[in-house]
């Protein structure tokens, strides 16, 4: 998340077929970061992630790579009421 004024990275996506290697990037607004709680922000990083996801179907991946599946896993880790806690615990 960066301010406004410093934007280097603008939303979009990249992908390099010989380096096999994808980017996306997508926009949170700053100002309704600077203005959320710690968990209102993390649905919006959440949903930004979600919105990548989405994104990496338009590019000329694999035909093996299951973006629908993949976004399904990450909603249920998302799902996890604090999952970002959870990894941070120590394994046992």
Avoid: C, Q
């Avoid at 994808?22 to 990083?45: C, L």
């Avoid at 949903?47 to 990450?74: C, H, M, Q, R």
């Amino acid at each position: 998340i960066l301010r406004p004024e410093r934007m280097l990275f603008p939303p979009g996506t990249y992908f390099d077929k010989k380096k096999r290697s994808a980017e996306i990037a997508v926009k949170i607004d700053y100002d309704k970061v600077e203005k959320a709680s710690k968990e209102e922000i993390i649905e919006m990083m959440e949903n930004a992630y979600l919105e990548g996801i989405d994104l990496i179907s338009t590019l000329p991946l694999p035909a093996n790579f299951d973006v629908a599946a993949f976004k399904k896993d990450v909603e249920a880790i998302f799902a996890v009421d604090k999952w970002y806690e959870l990894a941070m615990e120590p394994s046992h």
